[in-house]
């Protein structure tokens, strides 16, 4: 959809991901896990809209509820699942972003996996439980979030200072520091 070549509607590609149930006996029907997702990501009026009108930041929440329509089951009904996201909050704006990790945190609450490549720190110590940092193709870090993104880490692999502000439940959030012009 990043590209879309068709008009399809939103609510058409919703659809899409119940596709691979067709012909198979489902613990919810398909009009409501569509509905489910629809409203799950503030599409419901945008549902007759084509793809082609809409923001990068709007195809992005579509994307996203396709695929919850497609776990419906799994996702709702604690069945095993995993989600495996590329850059989720990509194009979406702050509030979406937040919305968008706090429903996949629900989700890993109710014991779903989740394992998203970000390059958010930000969002990542806000809602991660672990982290595991790359640098050139390696591993570098790896451990539960509050440990690893701590500023001292951070300047060493990013080259970058940032202060942390510490929120509730051993979360905290990180700030950069302005960088001086080169």
């Not at 994307?63 to 919850?68: K, Q, S």
């Not at 509030?95 to 958010?120: E, P």
Request: glycine share 6%; aromatic share 4%; hydrophobic share 40%.
């Amino acid at each position: 959809i990043a590209h879309p070549a068709f008009g399809y509607r939103v609510r058409e590609i919703v659809e899409l991901g119940r596709f691979p149930h067709a012909g198979q006996p489902t613990c919810c029907n398909d009009a409501a896990a569509i509905r489910h997702a629809l409203h799950a990501y503030e599409l419901t009026d945008l549902a007759e809209r084509t793809i082609t009108t809409l923001s990068g930041g709007e195809r992005q929440r579509v994307r996203m509820a396709r695929l919850e329509t497609q776990l419906h089951e799994r996702l709702h009904h604690q069945q095993p699942a995993w989600l495996l996201l590329d850059e989720p909050n990509a194009a979406l704006d702050i509030d979406q972003q937040h919305r968008l990790m706090a429903r996949l945190r629900a989700h890993a609450n109710r014991g779903c996996g989740v394992l998203l490549i970000l390059h958010d720190l930000a969002l990542a110590a806000l809602y991660a439980d672990s982290v595991l940092l790359i640098e050139d193709g390696k591993v570098v870090e790896h451990g539960p979030a509050a440990t690893i993104l701590e500023p001292d880490i951070v300047r060493r692999h990013f080259g970058i200072h940032v202060s942390a502000v510490q929120l509730a439940e051993s979360r905290h959030s990180l700030y950069p520091h302005p960088r001086e012009a080169a």
